[in-house]
């Protein structure tokens, strides 16, 4: 139990897992306060305990006098590999998710430069950033490079460079990015 005070983004979703399925199913002009708490006393540490509150708690309600509606079953559905899998283990979902994303987001990247080297550009951030948005459909910032640095440092490189801005027609600092997609494997 914690008891620093509100409780962490983690919890947070934890509870909206078991609160949103379930929410519906009470009667309409059903005002009275229930509240139902699901406390971990064991784990594996393979499998993520949310799933099995949800289903704890469908089935707790439905022991229960409170008028609700019917049992509900969740499941947790993880894409590895390309293939489906029901209630995948936490070593399976989070190292997957997270080099799948940086492998795409890399791609992209990738792709990024490989279209400022066929236009003789630098690859720079200024020059990156807008072709990085356009092939991803999402907003390519300093903290996202920092982040990409810090999850695969011996995949990007970044270095500080003085360039010409045309606009101002001055020297202004910006970063050149180079990376090596095979060290993400």
């Known amino acids: 139990m914690r008891w620093e005070g509100a409780p962490k983004e983690r919890e947070l979703l934890r509870g909206r897992i078991i609160d949103r399925p379930i929410r519906p199913l009470f009667p309409a002009g059903f005002y009275?306060?229930?509240?139902?708490?699901?406390?971990?006393?064991?784990?594996?540490g393979k499998q993520d305990p949310d799933v099995m509150a949800a289903n704890a708690t469908s089935a707790t309600l439905m022991l229960s006098d409170v008028p609700w509606g019917c049992p509900i079953g969740v499941i947790r559905i993880g894409k590895i590999c390309g293939q489906f899998v029901v209630n995948p283990t936490v070593d399976e979902v989070i190292p997957d998710i997270r080099y799948r994303q940086l492998c795409e987001f890399f791609d992209s990247l990738d792709s990024a430069i490989q279209l400022l080297k066929l236009k003789r550009l630098m690859s720079t951030f200024t020059n990156i950033s807008p072709k990085i948005e356009c092939l991803t459909d999402r907003r390519f910032s300093y903290s996202d490079l920092a982040q990409l640095k810090f999850l695969l440092p011996e995949a990007i490189e970044i270095k500080k460079v003085i360039m010409f801005d045309e606009k101002t027609s001055c020297m202004k600092p910006d970063l050149h990015v180079s990376i090596d997609v095979d060290a993400i494997e």
Do not use: G, I, K
């Not at 009275?32 to 594996?44: C, F, G, I, P, R």
């Open 32 to 44: 009275h306060e229930v509240q139902v708490m699901a406390s971990v006393l064991s784990s594996d």
